[in-house]
């Protein structure tokens, strides 16, 4: 196996997102972190929902990119407020974070 980890992000997107398509309003996406343009970064965004993805979600998303998470790796979730210039109130989001390698040998980015 590749033993190239990467790392992966969930986040909430609030407003909603314009890549890699543009959702109506606030949904979950995940990415994978690489070098290069973040254009190019492999994303999933799931449907319209404030509801968090399950790790079965997560785990199927990641798989749908080619990657998994890493051995012993676990979503590590974070407090932060959004920024003050959204045209809705501050409030806190949630985001999570968790190293991930390819799937068998493939190799991303």
Request: aromatic share 10%; proline share 8%; charged share 15%.
């Amino acid at each position: 196996m590749n033993a190239r980890v990467l790392g992966a992000r969930l986040a909430l997107r609030c407003c909603g997102t314009t890549y890699p398509q543009r959702t109506a309003g606030p949904c979950w996406q995940l990415y994978v972190v690489q070098t290069g343009l973040v254009s190019e970064w492999p994303a999933y965004t799931w449907p319209t929902s404030e509801a968090v993805p399950t790790c079965e979600a997560r785990k199927a998303a990641l798989a749908s990119l080619g990657f998994t998470l890493a051995e012993g790796a676990e979503w590590e979730w974070t407090e932060d407020t959004g920024p003050e210039y959204h045209p809705h109130p501050v409030r806190v989001s949630l985001l999570a974070a968790a190293d991930v390698q390819p799937l068998g040998n493939g190799v991303h980015g």
